[in-house]
């Protein structure tokens, strides 16, 4: 079957400011009780995911495209962009600020804990 | 921990033609269980993912650049490009080729049933 996402819009998502876009992928029910999200995720001009915790689960940011600052389990805060991969461990902690005029695209998969 | 995608080149994937690149955000180490790929996948000019089926799993195609033709389980054929989501149960069977002469790329997630 060919189908198109499911866009929710989020406003100052896990804390974050401005506006976030989840294409949804699959369905939670279609993830079929392995984990809670597959996105693709817009994080808007001068928005962000607020820094927020992983409990019983954990989830890769991938990004596609734009600039953003990670922020990691540490605090550390570093600059990302095309093609960078951001994990935590199943407990840990991050989010995502885009700074910049343009989109920031990545892929989220919230997957359960082993 | 901020990282880059691993790799891998594969010729004839499913039996298909030409060559197919995977770049890996997760190991199946790291998926926990849960499944066993997650990757952008890069379908070269000319080249395919064969016909084949998923036996206790499942695998949505997430288009994200090019045009393909997608192969449905019941055999349909139907050209997908970016944003299309491309589902199909467990147990069923699809495939995926690019006859353009640009890259045809997508997001895989292979997940076990549940």
């Known amino acids: 079957m060919i189908r198109k996402t499911i866009d929710e819009t989020v406003y ?3 804390g974050g400011e401005g506006r976030v876009v989840f294409s949804h992928i699959l369905t ?3 993830l079929m009780g ?3 999200v597959y996105a693709k995720v817009t ?3 001068h928005s962000s995911i607020g820094y927020h915790q992983h409990v019983g689960n954990t989830e890769p940011y991938y990004i596609l495209s734009g600039k953003g ?3 990691d389990n540490d605090g550390t805060k570093t600059e990302v962009g ?3 991969v ?3 461990k199943v407990g840990e902690h991050h989010g995502l600020e885009n700074l910049t005029d343009d989109d920031l695209v990545m892929m989220a998969l919230i997957i359960n804990e082993g």
Do not use: L, Q, S, Y
């Open 12 to 14: 100052n998502a896990r």
């Open 28 to 30: 939670k029910e279609e």
């Open 34 to 36: 392995h984990g809670n």
């Open 43 to 45: 994080i808007k001009p």
């Open 69 to 71: 600052i990670f922020t």
């Open 82 to 84: 095309a093609g960078d």
């Open 86 to 88: 951001c994990v935590i």
